[in-house]
């Protein structure tokens, strides 16, 4: 079985075949004894004994534990849990809220707000001429205005970003 764990920064494949643990190019003899009603493990690496108390943390695959004196945030999770959440997290996209973008071309007529403004939902953000008809656009967010990227007078083409919201 492989797992990907995350330990102090840095990512590790670890493959587990039976009593044997590889990271990287380097195989160990492995074992794991549980002592029963405790957090203890008692983890067998090659010739060296560990003794390590490990508590389950927040989230899937997280775990904090005491080895040495020293506590570690970890995270182990195998490949199928890996591949769950990447599709998870591509299908959840950007957080935040979505940037201003222009619904049609056009020109910029007015310009509400600067960098730093804190704005509401449904607020009015750019006045943009379309057709020959003046079209507020809002945000659809509270944010706080990061960029503005156009100015009055300035043409735009449909999908243009206009405002950024953080």
């Given at each position: 079985?492989?797992?990907?764990?995350?330990?102090?920064?840095?990512?590790?494949?670890?493959?587990?075949?039976?009593?044997?643990?590889?990271?990287?190019?380097?195989?160990?003899?492995?074992?794991?004894?549980?002592l029963d009603g405790t957090p203890v493990r008692m983890v067998t690496?090659?010739?060296?004994?560990?003794?390590?108390?490990?508590?389950?943390?927040?989230?899937?695959?997280?775990?904090?534990?005491?080895?040495?004196?020293?506590?570690?945030?970890?995270?182990?999770?195998?490949?199928?849990?890996?591949?769950?959440?990447?599709?998870?997290?591509?299908?959840?996209?950007?957080?935040?809220?979505?940037?201003?973008?222009?619904?049609?071309?056009?020109?910029?007529?007015?310009?509400?707000?600067?960098?730093?403004?804190?704005?509401?939902?449904?607020?009015?953000?750019?006045?943009?001429?379309?057709?020959?008809?003046?079209?507020?656009?809002?945000?659809?967010?509270?944010?706080?205005?990061?960029?503005?990227?156009?100015?009055?007078?300035?043409?735009?083409?449909?999908?243009?970003?206009?405002?950024?919201?953080?």
């Amino acid at each position: 079985m492989r797992y990907y764990v995350a330990l102090q920064d840095a990512e590790r494949v670890v493959d587990i075949d039976g009593r044997t643990a590889r990271v990287g190019d380097t195989t160990y003899d492995a074992e794991v004894v549980e002592l029963d009603g405790t957090p203890v493990r008692m983890v067998t690496l090659g010739d060296e004994v560990h003794r390590v108390v490990v508590r389950r943390g927040e989230g899937r695959g997280r775990f904090t534990f005491w080895l040495g004196g020293h506590r570690f945030e970890a995270e182990a999770l195998d490949e199928r849990a890996r591949a769950i959440r990447a599709l998870r997290g591509a299908a959840e996209g950007p957080a935040g809220p979505a940037p201003l973008v222009a619904p049609m071309p056009g020109l910029i007529v007015r310009v509400h707000v600067a960098p730093g403004d804190s704005v509401q939902a449904g607020q009015g953000l750019i006045v943009m001429e379309a057709m020959k008809m003046e079209n507020e656009l809002r945000a659809q967010a509270a944010g706080v205005v990061k960029a503005v990227l156009v100015q009055p007078g300035t043409a735009v083409e449909k999908g243009a970003t206009l405002v950024e919201l953080e």
